[in-house]
């Protein structure tokens, strides 16, 4: 089993560019959250799915957008980055019968 | 969303001592309250998490206690190892439309030095 797997590991994006991070899992988990953490800030929740075709606002769900492709993928959407938007994103699963979350290695995205 | 305080935001120990790191949450409906370890440049990793039926729970050197009416719980650590050293989270539940997610504190960054 790989868990939880996120690309890039790492991205370089101008203002205004736009790109989607991927998440993808294979442990047959229902739920997937996208996290993402600034010094300071601890993790911030932005969307989550608690299965395939729904989709649920977290606290900071602004400039960001999801899609739930299937029951293994969940891929986060930047449309038009922003430097406020620089930060580690992680990508989390769960089982249905469980709230523990596994994480993704993350991914480090820098907007200039 | 709810918040999910937490204290201290650093904290240092010589090591053979203990660590408490604190949270308090405010949502009366929470009922699970993980506590995760994130080493530098790492992914956060589960190390122990209790629900709201039980008031302690233990796992060799590290302890949760959980107070529902106050709603606080904190993390103990006992006889701590340098390899302790890492940012502890603590999160509590949260009850979406469709399902459940977690909400996390801030962070504390645990030094244990030699």
């Known amino acids: 089993n790989a868990g939880v797997t996120q690309t890039p590991k790492f991205q370089v994006l101008k203002t205004g560019q736009s790109m989607t991070l991927q998440c993808a899992q294979d442990m047959n988990h229902n739920s997937m959250y996208w996290y993402r953490q600034d010094p300071g800030m601890g993790l911030r929740l932005i969307y989550y799915s608690a299965s395939e075709g729904t989709t649920d606002k977290g606290e900071v769900p602004n400039g960001y957008n999801v899609s739930r492709l299937n029951k293994r993928e969940f891929s986060l959407r930047l449309e038009s980055a922003a430097p406020s938007q620089t930060s580690v994103y992680f990508c989390a699963s769960s089982r249905p019968t469980s709230y523990e979350q596994y994480f993704g290695p993350g991914t480090r995205l820098t907007v200039t | 969303g709810e918040n999910v305080e937490q204290h201290p935001s650093t904290l240092s120990v010589q090591e053979g001592d203990s660590a408490v790191i604190k949270c308090t949450y405010s949502?009366?409906?929470?009922?699970?309250f993980p506590w995760y370890k994130q080493e530098l440049g790492k992914r956060p990793q589960l190390i122990i998490d209790?629900?709201?039926?039980?008031g302690e729970k233990k796992d060799q050197r590290i302890a949760v206690t959980l107070n529902k009416t106050a709603k606080h719980f904190s993390l103990h650590i006992t006889e701590t190892q340098p390899e302790d050293s890492a940012v502890y989270f603590c999160a509590a539940s949260i009850r979406g439309n469709s399902g459940y997610a977690l909400n996390f504190g801030k962070g504390t960054s645990l030094l244990v030095t030699p």
């Open positions: 949502d009366s409906a929470s009922n699970y």
């Open positions: 209790i629900r709201s039926n039980v």
